[in-house]
């Protein structure tokens, strides 16, 4: 995975996507530090992403809500 650096002047226009790939790095990457497998690489990605993070991670942009419960509460209104 590649980090995305913004324009000059920018530092914090992607705050939020280098916090979310620092912490998939942190937390998905195996010991050796790469998959054997492109596509061993998009199972782990997608389960993470939608087994946990989505799900179950509480974000304080979203007032300590999941993804998921953010979304159920935004649309229930």
Known sequence: MDQSMSGKGN??????CESFFCSLKRELMPDSGYFETRREALVAIFQHIEGFYNSRCKHASLGNLSPVQFQELLYNL
């Open 11 to 16: 530092c914090y226009d992607n705050a939020c």
